[in-house]
Structure formats: C-alpha cells, structure tokens
C-alpha cells in the first residue's frame, strides 16, 4: 500500500465522514508542499516524497472519479478528473524543470478542494 493510501486509511479511521477523511489527506499533502517551497534546497528526495504523496493521493481521487460506482454527478466526476489531469501535468513539470514557485498551484488546489469538502468554501 502507498503512503497516500496508508495516509488517507488512517485518516479514514479517525474521522467521522469521507469527505472529512479527503479534506484531511489533501491539507497534508498541501502542507508537505509548502514546507518544501518555505524551505526550499533544489530539488531534493523531500521534494520527490511530496510530489509523490501529492500525485498517488491525485490517483486514488481521479480512480474513483472513473468509477461507474461512484454517485457524484458525471460533471462532478469529469470536474475531478480534469483537475487531476492538471496535478499530473504540473507535478512532471516540477520534477523537469523544478521551481518553487510553481508548488503554489498544487497547494491551492489542495487547499481549495480541502475547504470545499469540508464545508468551509
């Protein structure tokens, strides 16, 4: 099992809702982002287990997105998977050509979709 998924079944345990359990796993993703841009070395492997906690969380999501299972209305799921498509793209361009400045939109994303599951959007 993935750290992401590790991450977010512990979360799962803890806390009382699903989409609690996604807040939760997406805030600790975007803060493993900002502390690699507060702290920023260059690309390093701290750098590397971010992106890719960030990226396997992102699956895990664009997944269930695809699932013909998943009750979420096609437009939602379609809304999930375009900004997944769009964290795969940004996290490959931070990996080429690495830039601190560019984790902003990954944390925001995060951050923004935590809120909005959480009710605080």
Same mark, same amino acid.
Request: aromatic content about 4%; some cysteine.
């Given at each position: 099992?993935?750290?992401?998924?590790?991450?977010?079944?512990?979360?799962?345990?803890?806390?009382?809702?699903?989409?609690?359990?996604?807040?939760?796993?997406?805030?600790?993703?975007?803060?493993?982002?900002?502390?690699?841009?507060?702290?920023?070395?260059?690309?390093?492997?701290?750098?590397?287990?971010?992106?890719?906690?960030?990226?396997?969380?992102?699956?895990?999501?664009?997944?269930?997105?695809?699932?013909?299972?998943?009750?979420?209305?096609?437009?939602?799921?379609? =809304?999930?998977? =375009?900004?997944?498509?769009?964290?795969?793209?940004?996290?490959?361009?931070?990996?080429?050509?690495?830039?601190?400045?560019?984790?902003?939109?990954?944390?925001?994303?995060?951050? =923004?979709?935590?809120?909005?599951?959480?009710?605080?959007?």
């Amino acid at each position: 099992m993935s750290n992401a998924a590790q991450a977010y079944a512990r979360t799962a345990q803890t806390s009382s809702s699903p989409r609690e359990i996604e807040a939760q796993a997406l805030l600790k993703a975007a803060r493993q982002l900002r502390e690699i841009q507060d702290n920023w070395k260059g690309p390093d492997s701290d750098m590397q287990k971010a992106l890719l906690f960030n990226r396997r969380l992102w699956s895990i999501f664009m997944s269930a997105a695809d699932s013909e299972s998943n009750p979420q209305p096609l437009e939602v799921r379609q =809304n999930i998977a =375009n900004i997944g498509v769009f964290v795969m793209k940004q996290t490959v361009d931070m990996q080429i050509n690495p830039d601190p400045a560019k984790l902003t939109a990954l944390i925001d994303i995060n951050c =923004n979709l935590a809120a909005g599951l959480s009710g605080r959007a």
